[in-house]
C-alpha cells in the first residue's frame, strides 16, 4: 500500500495541514492500492505563496538555466519510464502494454517537444515603433483528470517551465500515482525550491481554491465542461487568465472510397482505445446509406473480437472504466441509447463473462442512431460507439458540426476530398485517413471543448503575457 498523504509545497514532501484521507482504489481489482491526502484552501495558499517567492527569479532565468533544467527532467522521467508505465496502469486500468506504449510516452513526449520549441522560441521581437517581450505570465493553477494522467501534467508543467513561470499542480485525485512519481523527478532534476508544488484534493475543495485564488495568474484546466465552466466562473473575479481544455463528441466521417472497410475497422478499434476513455475518441461514426450495411458488419465483428482483460497482463486488450461511479453512468448510458431505439449491435449492459471483480464493460455498438439521440450528443467516456448514415456530404458535414462540441474530428476518403471537406468542420484537429499528429502540432478545441492550444511550440502561448516597450 502506497501513502501518498503527503504534498510537495516550496522543495519539501510535507504533511497536510488538516489530515483528511482518500482511498485510491485500482479499478481492476476494487483494492485499495494507496491513500492521498485531502488539502484545504490553505494548503493551497501555502502553495502559491512558494510559487510566488520562486517566480521572482525563475520567472527571469535564461533561456539556457531553462533548458538544461528541463533536460534533467527528461533525463529523470526516463529513468524512472517503466515506473511511470505501471502507476498509471494501477491507478486508472491502462492495460500495461498500452500505458507503456501509450499512456507514458506522453510525458517524455511533452518534455522533448517543450526542450526543442524553447530552443528556438522567439521570446523578443523587434516591431516599428516599439520592442515587444513575450514575459512568463507567472504563477500558474493547473488542474488535470485521470484519463491520460500524466499526459495532462506534462502538457501542461513542460511548456510552463520552459517558458519561466512557476506553478501548483493539483492532479486528479483518482490518479494520483503518476503526478506524485512526477513530482519526485521534478526533485530529482534540481528545480529551484517552490518553482513546482502538488496539492492533492478534490475538484470543489482544491480545484475551486486554485480556481479562485488572487494571487494565481492563470489557470489552465483539463475535464469536463461543466467543471470548465465552474473554473472560469470562480477566476472571473480577479481577471485570471483561464485556458480550458474539455470534452468532445468527435465525428468519424467515412467517405465513399477504396479504403472504406479499412477505414470502419480503424474507427471501431479507436473508439474503444483507452477503454473509451478518451476526449478526442471518435464517438460518432457518419457512414454513407449506400454502403451502411456493410459498415454495421465490419462495426459488429470488430466489437465482438474486441477483448477485454486485465490491465496487469500483456496484450492488446482493453481495461476497466475508472471508478464504480463512472462504470454506472456508462451503463445508464447504453441502457438509454436502447430505450431511444438504437439498435445494439454489440456489447449492452452488464459486464463482460468472468469480469465480475473490476469496473469491466462490454465493448458496445449502437447502429441505427440519429445525431438527436442522447447517445449521440452526451459525452459517454467509455466504449460505446454510435453508428449513423448519412445522405451525402452536405448532410453528413451537418451531422458533424450538429454538437456542442469541437475538439477533435476523423475523415477518410480520398486524400484531396477528405482535406476540403476536413477544412469544413468546425473542431481543433482533423485527422486524416489515420494521420496522427505529433506532439509538435497544436492540441485544443472550438465551442464548448474549450479555448486554449497545448503542445509544442504553440503550447507556450497560454503562459506568456506581452510587453512592448517604446
Ligand atoms: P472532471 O471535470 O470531473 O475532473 C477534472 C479535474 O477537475 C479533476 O482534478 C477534478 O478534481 C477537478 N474538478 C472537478 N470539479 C471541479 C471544480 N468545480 N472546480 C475545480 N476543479 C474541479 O473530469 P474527469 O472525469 O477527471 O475527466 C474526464 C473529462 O475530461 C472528460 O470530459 C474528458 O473529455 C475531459 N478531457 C479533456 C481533454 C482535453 O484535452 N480536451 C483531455 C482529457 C480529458
Redesign the pocket.
Known amino acids: 500500500m502506497l501513502d501518498l498523504r503527503q504534498f510537495y509545497i516550496n522543495g519539501n514532501w510535507c504533511d497536510p495541514l488538516e489530515a483528511r484521507e482518500l482511498e485510491v482504489i485500482n479499478p481492476a481489482t476494487e483494492q485499495q492500492i494507496a491513500t492521498v491526502s485531502l488539502g484545504t484552501s490553505e494548503d493551497v495558499d501555502l502553495a502559491v505563496k512558494a510559487a510566488r517567492a520562486a517566480f521572482d527569479e525563475f520567472g527571469y532565468s535564461n533561456r539556457e538555466t531553462r533548458l538544461a533544467l528541463l533536460e534533467r527532467l527528461l533525463e529523470a522521467y526516463m529513468d524512472r519510464y517503466q515506473e511511470m508505465a505501471e502507476a498509471i496502469s494501477q491507478e486508472m486500468g491502462a492495460p500495461i502494454d498500452f500505458a507503456t506504449s501509450n499512456q507514458a510516452a506522453c510525458g517524455n513526449g511533452h518534455l522533448k517537444a517543450a526542450i526543442d520549441a524553447l530552443k528556438e522560441y522567439p521570446f523578443e521581437e523587434q516591431l516599428a515603433t516599439g520592442r515587444v517581450y513575450k514575459e512568463a505570465i507567472g504563477v500558474c493553477g493547473f488542474?488535470?483528470?485521470?484519463?491520460?494522467p500524466i499526459n495532462?501534467v506534462a502538457c501542461k508543467t513542460a511548456p510552463a517551465l520552459a517558458t519561466g513561470c512557476t506553478m501548483v499542480l493539483?492532479?486528479?485525485?483518482?490518479s494520483p500515482l503518476s503526478s506524485h512519481l512526477f513530482a519526485e523527478m521534478i526533485d530529482q532534476a534540481g528545480y529551484p525550491k517552490g518553482v513546482f508544488n502538488l496539492v492533492d484534493g478534490?475538484?470543489?475543495e482544491v480545484?475551486?481554491a486554485?480556481?479562485s485564488h488572487p494571487d494565481i495568474d492563470m489557470v489552465s484546466?483539463?475535464?469536463?465542461?461543466?467543471?470548465?465552466i465552474?473554473?472560469s466562473k470562480?477566476a472571473a473575479d480577479n481577471v485570471k487568465r483561464v485556458t480550458l481544455?474539455?470534452?468532445?463528441k468527435s465525428p468519424n466521417i467515412i467517405l465513399d472510397h477504396d479504403n472504406f472497410a479499412q477505414a470502419v475497422a480503424r474507427g471501431v478499434t479507436s473508439c474503444f482505445g483507452n477503454t473509451g476513455q478518451?476526449?478526442t475518441a471518435p464517438t460518432r461514426m457518419l457512414v454513407p446509406e449506400s454502403r451502411y450495411d456493410e459498415a454495421v458488419g465490419i462495426a459488429e465483428s470488430i466489437a465482438t473480437k474486441t477483448s477485454v482483460g486485465n490491465p496487469s497482463s500483456s496484450g492488446n486488450h482493453i481495461g476497466p472504466l475508472v471508478s464504480a461511479s463512472h462504470f454506472e453512468r456508462v451503463q445508464g448510458l447504453i441502457e438509454t441509447g436502447i430505450k431511444e431505439g438504437a439498435r445494439l449491435l454489440a456489447g449492452g449492459i452488464g459486464k463482460p463473462e468472468g469480469f465480475e471483480t473490476g469496473y469491466f464493460v462490454k465493448p458496445t455498438v449502437f447502429a441505427g442512431v440519429r445525431n438527436d439521440m442522447q447517445i449521440a450528443r452526451e459525452?459517454i467516456?467509455g466504449p460505446v460507439l454510435c453508428l449513423i448514415p448519412f445522405r451525402d456530404e452536405a448532410d453528413a458535414l451537418r451531422i458533424a458540426n450538429d454538437t456542442p462540441y469541437g475538439?477533435a474530428a476523423y475523415v477518410s476518403g480520398e486524400p484531396s476530398a477528405a482535406e476540403k471537406f476536413a477544412r469544413r468542420i468546425r473542431a481543433g484537429m482533423v485527422a486524416i485517413n489515420g494521420g496522427d499528429q505529433g506532439f509538435d502540432c497544436p492540441?485544443?478545441?472550438y465551442k464548448q471543448?474549450?479555448n486554449g492550444r497545448?503542445w509544442g511550440e504553440y503550447g507556450f502561448e497560454d503562459f506568456l503575457e506581452i510587453k512592448t516597450i517604446a
Open positions: 488542474i488535470t483528470p485521470w484519463n491520460w495532462q493539483k492532479g486528479s485525485e483518482l478534490l475538484g470543489h480545484g475551486a486554485i480556481s484546466f483539463t475535464g469536463s465542461t461543466a467543471a470548465g465552474a473554473v470562480a481544455e474539455l470534452g468532445g478518451t476526449c459525452e467516456f475538439l492540441f485544443g478545441g471543448s474549450g497545448e
